[in-house]
């Protein structure tokens, strides 16, 4: 069974930085796509970057593009986003999902099979 445990979020300044971490086990990742997304109250679950385990192509969103940075660890079986300039409206439960259908895009909810419960990001103003 796929496990995906998220950690490393909080409470942060806007203009900081956090890192999120996604823990994966149960599974060999390495045919894997791991992705980000992130749910703000009141409004539906949106894309925030994606990784293709083997490889190493990465997809992001436009509003992170250029302050977000999705990496994986084969070592540690884990993936990172690093979050810099963070703004308010960053603000969201951001959580970790996988899925290794052989036909994937990366940004919609639907192909990925497997989410972790989630990490709360609040970028305060």
């Known amino acids: 069974q796929v496990q995906l445990v998220e950690s490393g979020g909080g409470l942060v300044q806007a203009g900081g930085s956090l890192r999120l971490s996604c823990a994966a086990s149960?599974?060999?990742?390495?045919?894997?796509?791991m992705g980000w997304f992130r749910q703000a109250p009141g409004k539906e679950r949106e894309f925030v970057a994606a990784?293709?385990?083997?490889?190493?192509?990465?997809y992001y969103a436009d509003s992170v593009k250029g302050r977000f940075t999705i990496s994986r660890d084969n070592a540690k079986i884990t993936v990172y986003l690093q979050m810099n300039s963070l703004k308010p409206e960053d603000t969201a439960v951001y959580y970790c999902?996988?899925?290794?259908?052989?036909?994937?895009?990366?940004?919609?909810?639907?192909?990925?099979?497997?989410w972790g419960q989630g990490t709360q990001v609040t970028v305060s103003s």
């Open positions: 990784i293709r385990w083997s490889g190493g192509n990465t």
């Open positions: 999902a996988a899925t290794n259908r052989a036909l994937v895009l990366p940004s919609r909810t639907i192909f990925y099979d497997y």
């Open positions: 149960g599974r060999t990742f390495n045919t894997y796509t």
